[in-house]
């Protein structure tokens, strides 16, 4: 049995995978409980079950748990899963150990058409924007490629991080001047704009979720694939691989997961870049691990991160994507020192 070594001392690869799933899934399930029992007012977790499996409208508690704190951890679920699975997506078809949908542009692209169709359109439901939200995400997410590819040697890491955030600060400012010209029509938005996963309803969850199971599946799809195109196009191409088939399933992934997530809670950064990473150092470079681990740890990251944001401001809350740059910032420096976090 091959074996992952960390710090020197060997594991069998099969037992570490396993119990780092296992362990992913127990922090999934201690994230959910924290997510419905923590907030401006706590919740028994004897209540918390009830109102979800016994409600009654009359009580207070219930309402809270079914209106509010429902759609608030399924979303954690969903669009942890979303940016996590698009980071380790993004790393392994460009190569490049610092791509996530936010660095390279995906989400400020999501995000720059979210704020054409409120601010200009008068869009306001999620039916209506999400649309504009994954045109925007596949749009930039080729305009960044074709920017990286420009030069002699094709699109290298280096260019490639350069034209996401040249592109995502020209998008970012050109959002930021129609917003201050309509402040009226995102006064309903100021917490989206700064990423959050608070204030929104099941209508947003069940808009947004066909889509994020579906570049799930994708992803889980084109797993093998990229496995192959991390060897480089000359050897992958020598072995048989269908390179444009996997980067065509990449880009569609990619659009259908960090622009639904996008478009239901923000532009939320670092989780897409930090879980692969997580992930990588625990289970090895195979994406067939990878990207299952990330759809469990992405959702661990992003409710913490919510979670986090409800205690350090008690009883008012910090918005998860502001909790996510402080969370994902250091932990990113920790995994950089290690040897194999950075290994593609």
């Not at 720059?112 to 200009?120: P, Q, R």
């Not at 913490?304 to 994507?321: H, K, Q, S, T, Y």
Request: one cysteine or more; charged letters at 10%; glycine letters at 12%.
């Amino acid at each position: 049995m091959s074996a992952i070594d960390l710090e020197g001392v060997q594991f069998p690869a099969g037992r570490r995978r396993l119990a780092v799933f296992l362990l992913g899934l127990a922090l999934v399930a201690a994230a959910v409980l924290a997510s419905f029992v923590i907030g401006a007012r706590p919740i028994a977790v004897s209540t918390v079950f009830d109102a979800l499996f016994a409600y009654d409208g009359r009580l207070a508690e219930h309402m809270i748990v079914r209106d509010h704190r429902l759609p608030r951890t399924l979303l954690g679920l969903l669009c942890g899963a979303g940016f996590g699975v698009s980071g380790a997506l993004i790393q392994a078809a460009t190569r490049n150990p610092l791509a996530d949908p936010g660095i390279l542009g995906v989400n400020a692209g999501a995000a720059f058409f979210v704020t054409l169709a409120v601010g200009l359109l008068g869009f306001h439901s999620i039916e209506s924007y999400l649309w504009f939200a994954l045109v925007g995400a596949s749009l930039v997410t080729l305009a960044v490629y074709a920017l990286g590819a420009a030069g002699k040697d094709g699109p290298t890491p280096g260019r490639l991080v350069v034209s996401g955030v040249a592109l995502s600060a020209v998008l970012g400012g050109i959002g930021s001047g129609i917003a201050l010209l309509k402040p009226e029509a995102f006064d309903s938005m100021r917490f989206w704009s700064i990423g959050s996963i608070a204030g929104r309803n099941t209508a947003i969850v069940t808009a947004v979720a066909p889509f994020i199971a579906a570049g799930l599946a994708v992803a889980l799809i084109v797993a093998r694939s990229l496995n192959v195109v991390a060897l480089g196009n000359d050897l992958a191409g020598a072995l048989g691989a269908t390179l444009p088939r996997a980067r065509v399933l990449t880009l569609l992934a990619v659009t259908l997961l960090a622009g639904a997530g996008t478009a239901a809670v923000g532009p939320i950064g670092f989780v897409g870049l930090v879980v692969p990473h997580l992930v990588r150092w625990f289970v090895g470079p195979d994406q067939r691990w990878i990207i299952p681990m990330s759809i469990i740890y992405g959702p661990v990251l992003l409710l913490a991160a919510d979670i986090v944001g409800r205690l350090i401001l008690f009883p008012g809350e910090l918005e998860a994507g502001i909790v996510t740059a402080f969370l994902g910032a250091p932990a990113l420096i920790l995994l950089a020192r290690r040897r194999q976090a950075s290994g593609l």
